[in-house]
């Protein structure tokens, strides 16, 4: 997808030049000179990014937006996972890459809060996914995962226990009921009568 946006712009000249008059004249070695495709990284990020601002917001010159800020994190993230794909050992531009991402969620999450209409309109023209933050995150490893193993198997443990010690009481309470009220000769029958003669 990235590709294809550069492959565009290759052929369109530099903002500085389009302006001109005669440029439609001059030479095709000269134009392609001057066309983006002789241009550096820098100057055609900051082409991506004036097209991108001009795709999201209504004022593209107002860069302090939180938007606008968004745009500039997302045109500098695709930057990052570009040289990621050439460069896969690159450890510093990975660590840089996961820091624009976390920043970038900050500030579509505060976007989101204040305002909805523009957050959804930013996630669609820039083609974002946004996903709900997990509501309580903590790195599982391998010390964590057995004492939390650890904690459930002593409660588990304990509520046997618990369910032992009831049972022996309930057992304990049928007996003292069933010595302290033997059957009175009202309540019994005809048979307990003859025994007790």
Same mark, same amino acid.
Not at 39 to 52: C, D, G, T, Y
Not at 88 to 96: A, G, I, L, N, V
């Given at each position: 997808?990235?590709?294809?946006?550069?492959?565009?712009?290759?052929s369109t000249l530099l903002k500085?030049?389009?302006?001109?008059?005669?440029?439609?004249?001059?030479?095709?070695?000269?134009?392609?000179?001057?066309?983006?495709?002789?241009?550096?990284?820098?100057?055609?990020?900051?082409?991506?990014?004036?097209?991108?601002?001009n795709k999201v917001m209504a004022?593209?010159?107002?860069?302090?937006?939180?938007?606008?800020?968004?745009?500039?994190?997302?045109?500098?993230?695709?930057?990052?996972e570009e040289h990621m794909q050439?460069?896969?050992?690159?450890?510093?531009? =990975?660590?840089?890459?996961?820091?624009?991402?976390? =920043? *970038?969620?900050?500030?579509?999450?505060?976007? *989101?809060?204040?305002?909805?209409?523009?957050?959804?309109?930013?996630?669609?023209?820039?083609?974002?996914?946004?996903?709900?933050?997990?509501?309580?995150?903590?790195? +599982?490893? *391998?010390?964590?995962?057995?004492?939390?193993?650890?904690?459930?198997?002593?409660?588990?443990?304990?509520?046997?226990?618990?369910?032992?010690?009831? &049972?022996?009481?309930? +057992? +304990?309470?049928?007996?003292?009921?069933?010595?302290?009220?033997?059957?009175?000769?009202? =309540? &019994?029958?005809?048979?307990?009568?003859?025994?007790?003669?």
């Open positions: 997808m990235l590709r294809v946006a550069w492959r565009t712009l290759s500085d030049y389009q302006n001109i008059p005669g440029i439609e004249k001059v030479d095709d070695v000269v134009k392609r000179l001057l066309s983006l495709e002789m241009a550096n990284q820098k100057e055609k990020l900051k082409v991506k990014q004036e097209q991108l601002m004022n593209p010159e107002d860069t302090s937006a939180l938007e606008a800020r968004i745009v500039a994190l997302t045109v500098k993230i695709r930057n990052y050439k460069h896969r050992k690159d450890k510093t531009h =990975k660590r840089y890459l996961l820091m624009s991402i976390d =920043k *970038r969620k900050k500030m579509l999450k505060n976007l *989101r809060k204040t305002n909805y209409n523009v957050f959804e309109k930013t996630c669609k023209e820039l083609g974002i996914e946004y996903t709900f933050p997990p509501l309580y995150c903590r790195k +599982a490893h *391998r010390r964590w995962v057995t004492k939390k193993a650890l904690c459930i198997q002593v409660f588990q443990e304990a509520q046997k226990l618990k369910k032992q010690k009831r &049972a022996l009481k309930a +057992a +304990a309470a049928a007996k003292k009921q069933g010595q302290t009220n033997p059957q009175s000769p009202s =309540k &019994a029958g005809p048979e307990a009568i003859k025994e007790n003669q």
